[in-house]
T-cell receptor, first 111, second 115 residues
Framework: SQQGEEDPQALSIQEGENATMNCSYK?????LQWYRQNSGRGLVHLIL?????REKHSGRLRVTLDTSKKSSSLLITASRAADTASYFC???????????FGKGTMLLVSP | DGGITQSPKYLFRKEGQNVTLSCEQN?????MYWYRQDPGQGLRLIYY???????QKGDIAEGYSVSREKKESFPLTVTSAQKNPTAFYLC??????????????FGPGTRLTVL
């Protein structure tokens, strides 16, 4: 399987702190995407980074991609309690016509 | 409102019964997807359809069936052959079924429980 793997599995921080989640994958990709899932809900797309990009920003989110190491990181700055959710990376692998999701990182932000 | 709707939100099934989960989108998207999510796990692909009247098996298609007769609808049937169907089911769509994968839009999910 070309499934991505997030690290850590769970992360607990205080409001105002930064949260960093990592994703590793196995095959060459067209792009990598990050999604957020609140408990019991559907996933929401956060950001997409293409294989020729190294860094991308969206509001308080910063995503990096290192294709040589086959890894990506998602940084959420100045976390809020409302950021509490699970975060998934998904890869669009070369030669495949579907996204492959990792198992996710569960983030808990305490007030 | 544009988006993806799934119904019902909760579904209970007796062993041996077939049940059908509804997924409708009004985003005019060509491609639609069904995923299964177990507690603490990621999403696993059941079936997908890149265009009307065509669909392909995903990683865990056994015990499931789909149809794609209309662009906006992609129902999933969980058959009695699926031995462990209790899970959270998510439907998704994207603009095109080909080319680089852009953003996927997800429905709110259906939680299926076998009694």
């Amino acid at each position: 399987s070309q499934q991505g793997e997030e690290d850590p599995q769970a992360l607990s921080i205080q409001e105002g702190e930064n949260a960093t989640m990592n994703c590793s994958y196995k095959t060459s990709i067209n792009n990598l995407q990050w999604y957020r899932q609140n408990s019991g809900r559907g996933l929401v797309h956060l950001i997409l980074i293409r294989s020729n990009e190294r860094e991308k920003h969206s509001g308080r989110l910063r995503v990096t991609l290192d294709t040589s190491k086959k890894s990506s990181s998602l940084l959420i700055t100045a976390s809020r309690a409302a950021d509490t959710a699970s975060y998934f990376c998904a890869t669009d692998a070369l030669g495949y016509s579907t996204l492959t999701f990792g198992k996710g990182t569960m983030l808990l932000v305490s007030p | 409102d544009g988006g993806i709707t799934q119904s019902p939100k909760y579904l209970f099934r007796k062993e041996g019964q077939n049940v059908t989960l509804s997924c409708e989108q009004n985003l005019n998207h060509d491609a639609m997807y069904w995923y299964r999510q177990d507690p603490g796990q990621g999403l696993r692909l059941i079936y997908y359809s890149q265009i009307v009247n065509d669909f392909q098996k995903g990683d865990i298609a056994e015990g499931y069936s789909v149809s794609r007769e209309k662009k906006e609808s992609f129902p999933l049937t969980v058959t009695s052959a699926q031995k462990n169907p209790t899970a959270f089911y998510l439907c998704a769509s994207r603009t095109s079924g080909t080319g680089d994968f852009d953003e996927q839009f997800f429905g709110p999910g259906t939680r299926l429980t076998v009694l």
